[in-house]
T-cell receptor, first 113, second 114 residues
Framework: DAGVTQSPTHLIKTRGQQVTLRCSPI?????VSWYQQVLGQGPQFIFQ???????GRGNFPDRFSARQFPNYSSELNVNALLLGDSALYLC????????????FGPGTRLTVL | AQSVTQLGSHVSVSEGALVLLRCNYS??????LFWYVQYPNQGLQLLLK??????LVKGINGFEAEFKKSETSFHLTKPSAHMSDAAEYFC????????????FGQGTTLQVKP
């Protein structure tokens, strides 16, 4: 079975622009979570979605938003990009929205200039 | 609030030597515990997990970890390091009373010397 997939792999944007990152979960998984990993740090939780509903949100500004589609894929949107948004954005999927094992994708490397 | 502390941001061992990566957590309720490995420019790969039951858990690539509730620890070990084990290792916790929010430690970089 295919693992979690993310697109694009790399992205370069300038300050003030908007970006959309995409994630497809493992087949049969209904929950998707998003994490931001700044260089040299552990991943930080941004959002969790389960059955198209937001189940949790981390300490990130309203510039960050997400949604989950009927096929359980997900998009993360970031508006008004700042230099500090440069990071590896990781998507993880799990079978349920409850505490469960999460499997990560390869990530999208976002660079904001 | 929950937190995860990984003692030692860098650990260096010789090939064939014991690997010990330390992780302590704080949680008011029993957590689920995980170790993930990250190779350069890649995502996170699950090494092993503890949810309930046996406190000594075995994972992939010869790694294992022991959940010690009294010490609030979940240290990762491997009897004999290989060069291919060089990577970044993250300990993470989910509160069993919460949603799927993983809380990660800062990570430990494992260097394996020939």
């Amino acid at each position: 079975d295919a693992g979690v997939t993310q697109s694009p792999t790399h992205l370069i944007k300038t300050r003030g622009q908007q970006v959309t990152l995409r994630c497809s979960p493992i087949s049969g998984h209904k929950s998707v979570s998003w994490y931001q990993q700044v260089l040299g740090q552990g991943p930080q939780f941004i959002f969790q979605y389960y059955e198209k509903e937001e189940r949790g949100r981390g300490n990130f500004p309203d510039r960050f938003s997400a949604r989950q589609f009927p096929n359980y894929s997900s998009e993360l949107n970031v508006n008004a990009l700042l230099l500090g948004d440069s990071a590896l954005y990781l998507c993880a999927s799990s079978r349920t929205g409850s505490p469960d094992t999460q499997y990560f994708g390869p990530g999208t490397r976002l660079t904001v200039l | 609030a929950q937190s995860v502390t990984q003692l030692g941001s860098h650990v260096s061992v010789s090939e064939g030597a014991l690997v010990l990566l330390r992780c302590n957590y704080s949680s008011s309720v029993p957590p689920y515990l995980f170790w993930y490995v990250q190779y350069p420019n890649q995502g996170l790969q699950l090494l092993l997990k503890y949810t309930t039951g046996a406190t000594l858990v075995k994972g992939i690539n010869g790694f294992e970890a022991e959940f010690k509730k009294s010490e609030t620890s979940f240290h990762l070990t491997k009897p004999s390091a290989h060069m291919s084990d060089a990577a970044e290792y993250f300990c993470a916790v989910i509160k069993t009373s919460n949603t799927g929010k993983l809380i990660f430690g800062q990570g430990t970089t494992l260097q394996v010397k020939p």
